[in-house]
Structures are given as C-alpha cells and as structure tokens.
C-alpha cells in the first residue's frame, strides 16, 4: 500500500521551501516559472542559531528532536516576519538520520503486486512496529543482476509517524500549511540533479550530521549519514587550539583549510576530521558499487559545510574523481541582489531550493 506522508494536490502558484537544520533555519519563497523559464526565487531568509556552539543540546533539532516545538515555531514565525511573504503553503523537509531508507529490489510485476510486497517487505527494513511509521515507495529504476534478471529497484521510505506529526504541528503553530514532507535526500537530488544520469554522490555536510546521498539516472538511490560533520571541525579547533567554539567557528569560515591558527596549520587540525567524512563517503561509494553494480563517476558537496576553502580540491584527490560545490541557484531565476549570496552560500540552500520547486519541475 502507498501511504503517501502528506501530499498537496496541485494549485498554489507559490511556495515555501523551509530546510529545519540542527543550527539554522532556511527559507525561500519559489513562484511558478512562467512558461519556458525556470521557477523564481523571490525571497529567502536565512536563520543561524549559535547557542548549539556553546550547549550543543540547544540545536534547533537535536537527533531525538527534544527541542520544544513551540520555540521552532517562533523561529520559524521570525524569519516570516523578515521575509514579508504572502505565501502560506510550505514543503519541508526530513533529515536523513529520522528516516528508514532502503533501496530494494524485486521482480518485475504491476503497481498493485508492488504495494503488496512492499507492504510485506517493510517489516524486515522497518526496525518499529508498522503501525508506528508512514511508509512511502517510489520506483527508481530497472537493472539486471549478476544472474542476469531483471528487477525493479524501490525506494522505500519510512518515518515514525511522530515526527510527522511533530512537524505538522510546528508548521501549524507558524500558520503556515505543510502540503509536503519528504527526506532532504530527495530535495538535493532536485536542486542538484535536475534529471542528470551521472551517477553521483551527493555529500550534505552540515553542523550536526553529513548525510551521504548516491543519486543514479536521475534518481536517489540510497542515503546514509554519519555525525562528523561541520561541528566536529569546529570542536577539534576550539580543543586543539584551546579557544572558544564561536572563535573556532568563525576561524574555520574565514581561513578554512589554508589558514594557520598560531604555531600550528589550521588543516593539521581540520583533515584528520574531513578523513573521517571521506571515509563514510568511500564506504557508502563501495556498498553502491558492490550491491547495485553502478560506478561512481563525481561527487557534489552541499551543506554549509562544502564553503570550507580547499574543501573540493581535498575531496577530489582524497576520492579520484571529480568534486564540486553543490550550486542549486542555477535551477532558479533571481533578481541581481541575491547574486553574492548565490555564490557565497549558495551550497547552504541545496535543501531549501529543492522544496521550493518541487511543484514546479517535473
Ligand atoms: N564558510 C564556511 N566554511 C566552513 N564551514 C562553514 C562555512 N559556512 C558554514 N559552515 C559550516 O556549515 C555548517 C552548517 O551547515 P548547514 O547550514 O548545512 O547545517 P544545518 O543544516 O543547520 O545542520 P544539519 O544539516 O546537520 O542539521 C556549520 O558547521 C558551519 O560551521
Ligand atoms: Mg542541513
């Protein structure tokens, strides 16, 4: 059976994208393209909470989400005021480490069987009861295996129904409609991949956790995640070189990997931490390439975390073959004015954008 977390039946001619993170809200107000153009973004807001550098308990969404909901929507609600928009429909997003996502394969068989299956299947990948999650599957393509037979490769998709409903709630409290949630995986490959048949590793490093995405003819295959992460390099600086977590924070944005921090190089400190990041990415390439057979050909950084100077150089070598920084601003027109931040920031807004054209792209 597909049991769809919350889909919106066509209609609104605006939407907001909004991305929760751990340390940051973001927003962007996206208008249906008029024909033959890409989708405006119209405005954004960008909401950064430093208390987590100090008391990582405080982050905007902790992994157990403890946070109480209504401090998200006051937040949430603050950002609004900035932004001025009308809009009142919002697609959000779910960060990878609330999901349960499985890439399966099956035979070949008709849309009614597949739900079926799947619905018997989901016990073995779902660790909760079935009557606690929200259970959604999309195809994502077709492949013979080593034996030679066909088989369909199904998406499955499951949340606690919890946070479903938690989510519901905060976006209610902001008076705002959720029409939409789904992972952020799914966002990326909506920003970022735009149908492209590369198949590419998608890595979202962000302050809490680095989601690991393989994205593959078009479609997200698999996503994982590990908590090293942006806030790991800010701690190892703050440790090593016995300073404050926001005097770290703020050495790590303006110098990155070229930088030196007193008698010490800012990267002897830094790359232990991103070897730790690239070997989740090498093990999340090798269970790909092993288990589905597909080569990886590039990777794509998103994620605050990909504005790290030096970071894409590092990458490419480390992995060995080609690495850029995630730019979801090219799916979208926009006024002069958002150029710089298009540019500076442009990788923080992969997840944002994606939700905000969702109803858009095909
Ligand atoms: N210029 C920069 N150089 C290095 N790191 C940066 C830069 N700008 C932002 N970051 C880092 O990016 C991280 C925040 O990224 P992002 O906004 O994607 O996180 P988030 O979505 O709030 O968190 P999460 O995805 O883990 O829930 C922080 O660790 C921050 O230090
Ligand atoms: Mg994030």
């Known amino acids: 059976m597909n049991i769809p977390f919350l889909k919106s039946i066509l209609g609104p001619s605006n939407y907001l994208g909004v991305d929760i993170g751990t340390t940051s809200i973001k927003i962007v107000d996206i208008a249906k393209a008029s024909a033959g153009k890409k989708p405006r973004l119209k405005n954004y807001g960008f909401l950064e909470s430093y208390g987590h550098l100090e008391r990582l308990n405080n982050a905007i969404q902790t992994s157990s989400l403890k946070m109480m909901d209504k401090d998200t929507s006051e937040l949430l609600k603050m950002l609004l005021g900035h932004l001025k928009s009308g809009t009142r429909e919002a697609v959000a997003s779910l960060p990878t480490f609330l999901a349960f996502i499985t890439l399966l394969e099956i035979p070949i068989m008709s849309e009614g069987e597949i739900g079926q299956t799947i619905q018997y299947q989901a016990r073995q990948y779902v660790p909760l009861p079935i009557s606690e999650v929200s259970i959604d599957w999309i195809k994502v393509g077709e492949r013979e295996d080593e034996q030679g037979v066909k088989k369909q490769q199904i998406l499955l998709v499951s949340v606690p129904n919890e946070y479903i409903k938690k989510y519901q709630n905060i976006f209610k409290m902001a008076g705002l409609k959720l029409v939409a949630l789904e992972i952020e995986g799914m966002s990326m490959v909506r920003s970022l991949i735009a149908g492209d048949p590369t198949t590419t590793l998608i890595v979202d490093i962000g302050a809490r956790s680095t989601s690991i995405s393989v994205a593959d ?72 390439e092993t288990s589905y057979g597909g080569k990886i050909e590039r990777a794509i950084l998103a994620g605050g975390g990909a504005n790290l100077l030096g970071i894409e150089k590092y990458f490419e070598e480390q992995l060995g073959f080609p690495t850029v920084k995630a730019d979801p601003f090219r799916m979208v027109s926009y006024a002069p004015e958002i150029e710089p931040l298009a540019k500076t920031l442009g990788s923080s807004f992969s997840v944002a954008i994606g939700l905000g054209i969702k109803h858009f792209v095909s």
């Open 217 to 288: 003819k078009g479609f997200l295959k698999m996503s994982n995640q590990t908590d090293f992460s942006g806030g790991s390099l800010t701690n190892a600086l703050a440790g090593s070189l016995g300073i404050s977590t926001r005097r770290a924070e703020n050495l790590k944005k303006q110098r990155g990997l070229s930088g030196s921090g007193g008698e010490y190089e800012l990267s002897t400190i830094l790359l232990p931490f991103l070897d730790a990041i690239i070997g989740e990415v090498k093990r999340s390439k090798n269970i790909y």
